[in-house]
C-alpha cells in the first residue's frame, strides 16, 4: 500500500470518518447458517457509475423555485444573534442584535488588555448565554481580569460569575438543572460541576475528560489518574466505578469510552473483574457484554439495541447483537464503517490494498449483511447523508481537491458539484445543499439540487465568506470580510433569506472582528 494510504487508512480507524444519522430497522433480516451474514465478497451495484452529471443552465441562470420548494422563504422578522466584536485588544465586547438588524445592545464592556472573551454556542434553560475571560499572555503584559466564566441574560445584561480561577476555566456543557461543567487549562486537567448561581463548585477528577450525560442525569467521566471511567451525580454524591483500565487514548477521536443510545460502550475491564476488551453496559454501569476482544470501538446503535462496530486493528464492521456477541448478524472484512444513512443502510469506505487499486470506494449495505452495492470508486470522505443521497469527498484528498460530490445511496451517477476545491457543505435548505466554496476571486455561497443539478449562486464577488449557522427558519447566517480586510477576519456578520433576497448586516461596519455567538429564537 503506499504511505498516502496507509496513514488515511489509519487515520479513518482511529478517528473515524463521516457523520451518523438516525436508523430505522431493516425490514427483511437474513442470517445465514450458523445465525450470521458474513459477507467477505463485494458485488458492485448495477447501476451506472461515477459519470458526471451535466447542469442544464449556468448557475446563476437558475430560478430559486427550481432548486428548493418555496415553504417560507419570507423571513419572520423575530430572534436575536449574540456575537463577538473585537475579542481582544480592550476593545469592543459582547453584544446582542435584532435579526433584522436593529436593536444592537452591548451587553459585556471590553475586555482589559491582555484578556479574550470568548462566546459559547450553548445557552441554559434560562436563557442565558455562557462567556469565558481569559488570559491572552503567557508572561505578565499589564493589569488583566481574573480568568472566569460568568453567564449573561441578553434581556437585562445581567451577569453571573460561575467561577473565578487563574487556572483559566473553560465550558465542558451544560447540564440539565443549568449546572456547568468546566475544565481547566487547554488540556485534560480538572474536572468539575457548579451550580447556575456560581455558589456552589464540586470538583469530579483532578485529572478528567467529560464524557457525556447519562438519561438519569447523572455525569460519565475518564478519571486520568486512575484509569477508571466514572458514571456520578453532577452534586458530588454517589458515584459507580464503571471500568478499570481505560486508555486514556479510547476517550476522544476513537468513541471507545462513551454514552452509547444511553447505555455506555467502554474498552477496559468492567469494575465487578472480567478480561480487557470492548464492552456495553446499561446506563447505571450494571451488566457489561464483551462485544470484542481486541481494539474496536461502538460507531452506532440501532434500533432494537443492535450495534456496529469498527474493528481498530485491521478494516472490519461487524452488527452485534448483544445478547448473542460471539455471532455476528453480518460482517464487512475489508471495509471501514463511515456512517448510517437516513432509509436505513450502513456506509463504509474499502481504502486502496496496492497500488493496482489506487482509489478509495464507497460502499453501502442493510445491516443485516445484504444489498451491498459499491456507490462510488473515488469517494473517500462521506460528509452526510442527505434524503437518499451521500456527499462526500472525491479521492485524492489534497489542499487543492478539497471538492464536493454527491451519489444515490444506492448507486448511480456521481453528481460533481465543485471541481477548483474549496468547498465545504452546510446541510440542507429546504430541499437543496448549501454550501461555500473560497477562490482566489472570493468566497460564492450556492445551493444545489441534491443530484447535484441547478446549482444556483446566492452570493459571490471578492471577499471572504464564513458559514455561522443555519437559522431554524432557513435563513443563512455568514461572516464578510472585505476585500481588504486580512483573510479569514470577518468584518461584518449578515443574514439572508434561503434564496438570497433580505440581504441584513448585523453590527454594521466595524474594523474589529465580529463572530457569532448565539442564536437566540
Known sequence: MPPVGRWVVLACLILGCGARTELRPPSHPAPGADGGVVTDSLVPADAEEDAPFARDVPPAEVPFADVVERTDVTARE??????????????????????????????????????????????????????????????????????????????????????????????????????????????????????????????????????????????????????????GAPDGGSRTVVATGVPASSVGGNNTAQLADGRIAFRGRPAGGGAPGLYLARDDGSSPTLLLTGAGRVAAVLPGGRVVLQVLDRPGVQVIDPARPGVPLARFDTLVFA????????????????????????????????????????????????????????????????????????????????????????GLVGSALLYFQNSPAGTSVHVAALDGSRDRILVSGSGFREFNALLPDGRILFGEARPDDRPGVASELRVMNPDGSRLVVLGGASPLRQTFGVYLP
Open 78 to 231: 423575530h430572534g436575536r444573534v449574540v456575537f463577538l466584536r473585537g475579542a481582544v485588544t480592550g476593545q469592543g465586547g459582547v453584544f446582542v442584535v435584532g435579526i433584522d438588524g436593529t436593536g444592537e445592545r452591548q451587553l459585556v464592556p471590553p475586555p482589559p488588555m491582555g484578556t479574550y472573551l470568548s462566546v459559547a454556542r450553548t445557552v441554559d434553560s434560562r436563557g442565558r448565554v455562557i462567556v469565558r475571560a481569559a488570559n491572552a499572555c503567557a508572561f505578565p503584559c499589564g493589569p488583566t481580569a481574573p480568568p472566569r466564566l460568568f453567564a449573561v441574560d441578553p434581556d437585562t445584561a445581567a451577569t453571573t460569575t460561575l467561577i473565578e480561577d487563574p487556572g483559566q476555566p473553560a465550558l465542558a456543557a451544560v447540564l440539565r438543572g443549568d449546572r456547568v461543567v468546566y475544565s481547566m487549562g487547554h488540556g485534560p486537567d480538572e474536572l468539575g460541576v457548579v451550580t447556575p448561581d456560581g455558589a456552589t463548585r464540586v470538583r469530579l477528577a483532578r485529572h478528567g475528560r467529560l464524557l457525556g450525560e447519562a438519561p438519569d442525569g447523572r455525569v460519565l467521566w475518564l478519571d486520568r489518574d486512575s484509569s477508571e471511567l466514572v458514571l
Open 339 to 426: 456512517a448510517l444513512t437516513a432509509s436505513g443502510r450502513l456506509v463504509m469506505n474499502r481504502y486502496p490494498t496496492d497500488a493496482t487499486t489506487p482509489h478509495v470506494e464507497l460502499w453501502t449495505a442493510r445491516p443485516d449483511g445484504g444489498e451491498l452495492l459499491r456507490v462510488s470508486s473515488g469517494g473517500f470522505f462521506l460528509l452526510s447523508s442527505l434524503d437518499a443521497w451521500l456527499v462526500y469527498r472525491p479521492w485524492p484528498v489534497s489542499t487543492t481537491t478539497d471538492d464536493l460530490s454527491v451519489v444515490p445511496e444506492r448507486g448511480g451517477r456521481t453528481a460533481v458539484l465543485t471541481t477548483t476545491g474549496d468547498a465545504h457543505q452546510h
